[in-house]
């Protein structure tokens, strides 16, 4: 799967745009606040309906106007064409979603369709941060190959929901028929066990993955593990339910559910049992931070077949030497992949040859470098 062409109507810094890419290496070169993160943000748009910056979608429209418009034309087995646009009139935001000119309805019909992954400076934060942005990369990982896993997540979002409001009143010693709450634990309980088998799942097979790119990177003799740390210890539905019940008083208090999948992690660990981020370097959860997106590329290959779309955004001048080797190593891989970078010799040492070459100036002009 490559992508073949980005067009973009005043999306961010750009008025109008239209950039082709090589089905190889294509370098985009400028400033920093030129705009290059912009397009692989309209990219990443087009392939998961969301920033990769989590960005709302009203701030990507540009100043001073009132809809977005960006499409991706793709060749894969046939030529696609996504295309995702956001009006805001009134206050009032609305967003289209077409596959080849017929719009979609629901996220499932379209997430996992175009493939791409993102490695950004930010994605330290993955190993660093929140459990909630290793559960957002766990999600958006399996999703992008499992639609069922997709539609379990919407679901449980909305048990959940309904849950806790009632908890909420509960709280509030509103008078509540209680079989009400039976009837949200059962559904949690079933479509929670769904998605805890499913990540379980996942890990393992990530797991095999991430140790392997470690390697492949890495000067470290050990490579780290990946464990999925479970808010519930059986994945059954009755132990579940049964759960649920223990926890109800505490869960009435707090007016919020104490267990199940929105309170997952996963932590990495080394052969000792230490935390990684108790003992690793800057450099090191960097490193391990990448692992998990290469790992993430080689998933969605043995799930699918295809070969995802890599956007690389400027984190090469954040390695050493020595790395930034070893990245380019494990990139080279066959995927078609968009790099952007502040420096020319950036490119130059990459490592990489770019079959085409843009060069960014102020105010979102690009130039291609022949
Ligand atoms: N909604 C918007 N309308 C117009 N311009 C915008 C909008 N949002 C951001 N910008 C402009 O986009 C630029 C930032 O773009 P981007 O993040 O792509 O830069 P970059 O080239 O990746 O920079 P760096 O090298 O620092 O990462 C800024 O100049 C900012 O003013
Ligand atoms: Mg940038």
């Known amino acids: 799967m ?70 991706s034309e793709i060749e894969d087995s046939q030529d696609r064409l996504f295309e995702v646009g956001c009006s805001c009139q009134g206050g009032k935001l609305r967003k289209r ?52 896993y997709l539609s379990d997540l919407s679901e449980f979002r909305k048990v959940l929901l309904s849950r806790n409001r009632f908890l909420k009143l509960l709280k509030e010693k509103k008078n509540l028929d209680m079989s009400e709450l039976d009837v949200w634990d059962h559904m949690f309980a079933s479509v929670s066990s769904r998605i805890i088998k499913a990540r379980k799942k996942f890990f393992v097979e990530l797991n095999d993955l991430f140790k392997n790119s470690y390697k492949g990177i890495s000067d470290d003799l050990e490579a780290p593990d990946i464990h999925y740390a479970s808010s519930i210890d059986s994945d059954e539905p009755d132990y579940i339910i049964r759960k649920l019940s223990e926890i109800r008083n505490k869960d ?3 007016g919020s559910t104490g267990i199940g999948p929105q309170r997952d992690d996963f932590i990495i660990k080394n052969h000792r049992n230490i935390n990684f981020v108790n003992y690793a370097s800057q450099g090191q959860r960097r490193m391990a931070a990448i692992c998990l997106k290469i790992s993430e590329c080689d998933f969605i290959e043995s799930k699918t ?59 979102g002009i690009l130039d291609e470098l022949v």
């Open 2 to 71: 490559y992508l073949k062409k980005l067009t973009l109507k005043n999306f961010r810094n750009y008025g109008d745009l239209s950039i082709e890419f090589s089905p190889e290496i294509t370098f985009i070169v400028g400033n920093n606040g030129v705009g290059k993160s912009n397009i692989i943000e309209a990219i990443s748009l087009t392939s998961t309906m969301r920033s990769f910056r989590n960005i709302p979608d009203i701030e990507m429209i540009q100043w001073g106007f009132e809809s977005y418009y960006c499409s």
């Open 97 to 148: 979603i077409k596959i080849d000119g017929i719009e979609i309805r629901s996220i499932s019909e379209f997430y996992g369709k175009f493939l791409t992954v993102v490695f950004a400076p930010f994605d330290i934060n993955i190993i660093n941060g929140m459990p909630e942005l290793r559960r957002r990369f766990t999600d958006s990982v399996i999703s992008k190959t499992n639609s069922h």
């Open 252 to 254: 009435s208090i707090i």
């Open 305 to 363: 077949g295809t070969k995802a779309v890599i956007m690389v955004d400027d984190i090469f001048s954040e390695l050493d030497s020595q790395r930034r080797k070893n990245m380019i190593k494990v990139l080279k891989r066959g995927n078609q992949i968009i790099f952007t970078m502040v420096h020319q010799n950036n490119a130059d040492s990459s490592g990489f040859n770019a079959s085409k070459t843009y060069h960014v100036s102020n105010g």
